[in-house]
């Protein structure tokens, strides 16, 4: 192995968020371990996120990896609509910036033959360099480019899931298990619901969300928004520990040709469309990532296996954007929360693959079959179509 003197590596992974974090760990596990750069143009890793998922996202022989991610975790979850409410038995965990940000430093710390270089962006990625804004170039055996959903470009038309969210600490005591989606509110911009996770005895993230045709949020409204449902739910802020705004690109239409993964650099994380179209979600796909390209020798990487994965994700990534279609161009806004109810209905193992892009034939079928949701319009489908081109 080349050692980082000369600025050269294994892995240079360029992006310092949740796809390149688990790459690294995972890479810094192996024995012997090989040379890993990890670039991130901020003066830390993680940015400012929490990232959740379910505990069946994890395979067994990782868990005991990612554990240390881990800031919250629940034996299950809630969602409420107006006429329906659902507990389901499904674990839930959440793994937060800060925490990452510990636990990537404290793998890096012993390892001297790998380099966090953070501060400094990449210039120029290429397939077997990377160029840094400052004029240094680091050269390696496999690049890795996740440089997140800023950076991502969709083939088709998109649209968008927006939020705003607060961690607040409480007066009394928070609730005791996650609501995904509380629906039960007004409906306006499309898709609306509340994320309500609570983190700590006294202390709740509580997300106002929107699945829109467009990307822009009011801050400064949605602020004030989360506090008077905090309010009616209960809950009264002392404080506010810390806010996180996003907006994800939730494309309408699946690319028309697979990503090329012949050679490198290998575009990754969300940049690369490894996330969920639909949820958003995107620590099981870079996880999934992450778990065949540690597996592999460095020289093999571009080989079948990766092609064998990237193809099962790019058919669940066709059938969630079929969902979009339906979802963003087949209901009026106000009436886009219809679909999400009666998804809920369906068997806890559905819901669990869906959210994991692992759906079965099954699935899909149970999901797109029998009686169509309420507000479904064929005639708004139509309208809107040029959007997405002709149906398909």
């Known amino acids: 192995m080349a050692g980082p003197s000369d600025g050269r590596f294994d892995y240079a992974l360029v992006g310092g968020g949740l796809q390149n974090a688990l790459l690294a760990l995972l890479l810094l596990a192996k024995r012997p371990r090989p040379h890993v750069a990890v670039i991130e143009r901020d003066s830390t890793i993680g940015g400012n996120h929490l ?9 067994e022989q990782v868990r005991a990896l990612i554990e240390p991610l881990i800031v919250a975790h629940w034996p299950g979850y809630a969602v409420a609509y107006p006429s329906y409410e659902r507990r389901l038995a499904s674990p839930y965990a959440s793994v937060s910036s800060a925490r990452l940000q510990r636990v990537v430093e404290r793998a890096f710390a012993g390892d001297s033959g790998s380099r966090l270089l953070t501060g400094s962006g990449a210039a ?32 088709g038309p998109i649209s968008y899931q927006k939020f705003l969210g607060l961690e607040l600490t409480l007066r009394d005591d928070a609730p005791a298990e996650p609501v995904l989606m509380d629906a039960r509110v007004e409906q306006r911009d499309g898709y609306r619901f509340f994320y309500v996770l609570p983190l700590g005895k006294r202390r709740v993230l509580i997300e106002d969300t929107y699945y829109s045709d467009h990307p822009e949020l009011d801050t400064n409204a949605l602020r004030r928004e989360i506090i008077a449902y905090a309010r009616r739910q209960g809950m009264v802020a002392e404080a506010i520990e810390r806010e996180e705004t996003g907006v994800l690109p939730l494309p309408l ?22 996330f969920h179209p639909t949820t958003g979600y995107s620590f099981p796909a870079a996880l999934r990532l992450a778990l065949t ?17 990237a193809a099962e ?26 679909a999400l109810e009666r998804f809920y209905t369906l068997p806890e193992a559905t819901i669990r693959r869906f959210y994991a892009l692992s759906t079965t034939g099954f699935d899909r079928a149970r999901i797109l079959c029998g009686r169509p949701p309420s507000g479904l319009s064929l005639r708004t489908f139509l309208r809107r179509r040029d959007r997405t081109g002709a149906p398909s």
């Open 124 to 155: 120029k990625v290429e397939e077997h360099a990377v160029e840094l804004g400052d004029g240094r170039v680091i050269e390696a055996d496999v690049v890795v480019d996740a440089r997140g959903p800023a950076s991502f470009r969709a083939s």
């Open 293 to 309: 390209v540690a597996a592999l020798p460095k020289a093999a990487v571009f080989g079948p296996e990766l092609r064998t994965l």
């Open 253 to 274: 239409s699946a690319p028309a040709a697979p990503q090329a993964i012949d050679r490198g650099p290998l575009v990754a994380g969300y940049r690369g469309g490894w």
């Open 51 to 59: 990232w959740s998922f379910h505990a069946d996202d994890v395979p």
């Open 313 to 338: 994700h790019a058919r669940q990534v066709r059938f969630a954007t079929l969902l979009n279609r339906l979802l963003f161009d087949a209901f009026p806004p106000e009436r886009r929360w219809h």
